[in-house]
Structures are given as C-alpha cells and as structure tokens.
C-alpha cells in the first residue's frame, strides 16, 4: 500500500530546500589537536596548538582518556583548501557535537548551536553544517578550524558524523551573487529604503550569516540590510528573482525604492511573533523590471525584525536568477523530496 503525502506548495518546498546536496571536498575526520579548559585565545588562526594533546573526531572523549569530563573545551585542525574551490559555496559539516559549540575558521566566527549558562540549552540533536563564506578562507594555504564545546553532562565533544569541508551540488544558476559582504545598521528608519548608499556608521555583515557570530550577540529588534547591484543590460528581456535565503523573523524588502515583497508581519506594540515559522522559510521575490537600472546601480534594501535569539539573512541562496532557472530548481528540489518520502514510507515487505 502506497501512502500519499499532500503539502503545501511553500511548505514542500521549504523542506526540500534542507536537503542539500553535498560533495566532500576535504576530509576533517580523524586526529585534531585538544585542550580541555577555556582561553579565548585558542580560536585564533596563529594560535599555536603543536603542544596540545591529540584526539579523534567524531568521538567521545570520555572513551580517549577524559572520563568524566564535563566542561569547555577546544579542538583545533589545520587543512588545506584547493584553489580550485575558490568559485564553490562550501559548507563545514562537524556532525553531532554534545552539547553546545561555537565555531571558527581562521579566526573568523562562523555559527554555533546551543546556548551556554545561565540561559542554557543543548544542541546534541543539532546537525552542524555551517555556510563558511569565501572570504573567510585561504586557497591553496594553511586553514585552521577552532571548536569550543561545552558539555553538560554524561558523554562530550564532536561525537558522531562525516567530517569535512563540503560543496554544494544542487544551487541554481545565478544571474548575480548577493553573498557576501552587505551594508548592516541596527535600529529602523523608514528612509533608509531610499539610501543609494550607506550612511556613516553602518557595518559591513557578510550574508549569509546570522549577525550574532559578527558582533552583534544577543540582539533582537529592527535592522536593515543595503546592497548596491549592478544586473547586465542583456537580462532586460528576462522575467528575474530575487533570492534572500532564509531571514530570522521578519523581512520587507526594497528595490530601488519600491516594495516587491514581505514574508511575516512587524509586531505591533506589546505583540509576541515568537511562535512562528517566517525564520524557516525562503524568501524568493519576483522584481519588477520597470524598476530595475540596466547596467547601472541598483539599490536592494531589507528591513528585517528578531523576535528572539538568532538573526539577520542567515542561510540559503542570495543573489538574482531567472524565473526559468527558478522554475526549474523549484521542481527539481520537489521532485527529490518526494521522492525521499516515498521512500521513508515504502511499505516493508
């Protein structure tokens, strides 16, 4: 007997978009230097760990020589990254770490899971697999990857996974590459969605990542985000979108000038949005091609609002495609997904 599953078209492919396909493309597992205890310090990229004892990740280190360990500690392990994945997004996958991380690639904070005390909470069930943006790495030169992990209690550490540096697969074809490095300013002004470019003050936030890793912890409330593009006069012909990724809560974007689109609603005065589900899901606007500057500068601004914990545009694909090329990848995401719940409920003969 066949089991029919019915979705929703945006919540089908909402859950498709998770499962990425993924190529290794350096190998992370085996033997990282270790330090239990906790400095600062030991993140850095010119930290030296040659005296550090040595351990195997994935694994418990209760079962290498600290028994009853509970507390912070630190790995460390030093790769190489060809030049020839300059041009990939990649992803590093450290698998199941029990039971809260933060996580650097040369210095450079690159995401976490967890909360520490006093507002504790575990990610053992959290599957790391954290975007590590272009800029943050060395081609064909020494990188260095720093875990901090706290564990509660019972077993500690990277405990379970494929370890290592990852492509993906399955990304459209893009038209322009928004990652990278946007303008960012705390706060709400409704002016700024006019700005050509960025007042004195602003930062500079690569995206996409949650802007607590990039000096902004713990805040929650208003933001804007501004990226001056530049789309090729030979588009103009061309039906195209725009790609945010996923944006933690609340987003309402501008392109020059003009509203083309909004995912969840701004939280009236006293009104709690926590309990939703906007931060999960990918925000694809269509852009007016009567606004758009061909071959000239083009101003994209986001308002966005956390309600709690993480924020900002933090995961996904960022950039402009084609409507045909966002049709097709649409379909093909669907048609994966379905075709791993067909499997998931295949009846055992």
Sequence with gaps: ?????????????????????????VDLNGVWRFEIGDNPAYAGAAFDDSRWETIKAPGCWEDQGFPGYDGMAWYRKHFNVPRALREKKLYLDLGSIDDVDRTWVNGHLVNSSGRLYPEYETAYATHRLYYVPAEFLQFDAANVVAVQVYDDFESGGIVSGDLGLYSRRDLPELVVDLSGYWQFHTGDDP????????????????????????GYPDYDGYAWYHRSVVIPAENRDTRLILALGKIDDVDEVWFNGERIGRTGHFP????????????????????????????????????????????GIYDG??????????????????????????RWFEPVE
């Design 191 to 214: 002016a700024w969605r006019l700005n050509e470019t960025a007042q004195s003050g602003w930062d500079s936030l690569i995206v996409p990542l949650k802007w607590e890793v990039q």
């Design 268 to 311: 009236a005065a006293g009104e709690d949005i926590r309990k939703n589900d906007w931060w999960l899901q990918e925000r694809y606007y269509t852009i007016p091609p009567e606004r758009i500057h061909w071959g000239g500068p083009n101003l994209i601004a986001v308002r966005t609002y956390d309600a709690w914990i993480d924020g």
């Design 317 to 342: 694909v960022v950039g402009i495609m084609t409507r045909t090329t966002w049709l097709r990848w649409r379909r093909s995401a669907e048609n994966s997904l379905i075709e791993t719940l067909k």
């Design 1 to 25: 007997m066949k089991v029919i599953i019915l979705c929703t078209c945006g919540l089908l492919f909402a859950i498709a978009a998770v499962a990425a396909d993924l190529k290794k493309e």
